[in-house]
Nanobody, 127 residues
């Protein structure tokens, strides 16, 4: 069983920055790739970013590439999402998720490749 808790959401002005954190407990955090997804009102949940279990590889959605950075600290069992140059269209509930495969080299963008999810944290970007 894995427990994921996101934090760091809130209200920010367009062009601003925000950092989300996701604290994990349960299975060996450092063995699993991690991802961030988001869901805007009335829209499907979508992939944002993923990071390998070692932290050496990352993958981003085109919509956030160059603005968002995913990172992790395996000593703290925490994954982060640094969001810069925020836009109103970034407004969504942000979820972190743990990949279902241990030691995988594939950075997945599909939701069904992740088996544990946090409760989400709201990010609202005002124009």
């Amino acid at each position: 069983q894995v427990h994921l808790v996101e934090s760091g959401g809130g209200l920010v002005q367009a062009g601003g920055s925000q950092r989300l954190s996701c604290a994990a407990s349960g299975r060996t955090f450092s063995s699993y790739n991690m991802g961030w997804f988001r869901q805007a009102p009335g829209k499907e949940r979508e992939f944002v970013a993923a990071i390998s279990w070692s932290g050496g590889s990352t993958r981003y959605a085109d919509s956030v590439k160059g603005r968002f950075t995913i990172s992790r600290d395996n000593a703290k069992n925490t994954v982060y999402l640094q969001m810069n140059s925020l836009k109103p269209e970034d407004t969504a509930v942000y979820y972190c998720a743990a990949d279902r495969h241990s030691g995988s080299y594939a950075l997945n963008s599909q939701m069904d490749e992740y088996d544990y999810w946090g409760q989400g944290t709201q990010v609202t970007v005002s124009s």
